[in-house]
Structure formats: C-alpha cells, structure tokens
C-alpha cells in the first residue's frame, strides 16, 4: 500500500474556517469512497495564520 497526501486549503483568517474545512473534507471522502481508518488528519496553522488541512491516506494498490 502506498501513502498519499491531500491537501485542503488554504483557509485564510476568517469566521466558520472549521464548517469550510469540515464540508470540503466530507466531499472529498465521499467522492473518494475512503474509509476512516483509512486516513490521518493533520491541521496546521502557518506563520501568516494561514490553515491548511493535510490528509495522509492509504488505498489497496
């Protein structure tokens, strides 16, 4: 199995960044149909307060 990475963002320093982040990681799953123990999250925060949602994922080769 091979790890991938998607990365959601950047959510600039604005109100409801969590619902936006939420709702374009809940579309992304369904369309990729992956389960979630398939996936490890990662939120970070750049120095600009800049977020960025990084997700690590495994599909079956």
């Known amino acids: 199995m091979r790890v991938h990475l998607k990365v959601f963002g950047p959510y600039g320093v604005k109100p409801r960044v969590r619902e936006e ?31 960025l949602l990084l997700v690590f994922y495994q599909i079956k080769d």
């Open 21 to 51: 982040m939420e709702k374009d990681f809940n579309e992304w799953v369904e369309d990729k149909s992956i389960g979630l123990k398939d996936i490890y999250p990662l939120a970070t925060t750049l120095p600009d307060r800049t977020t």
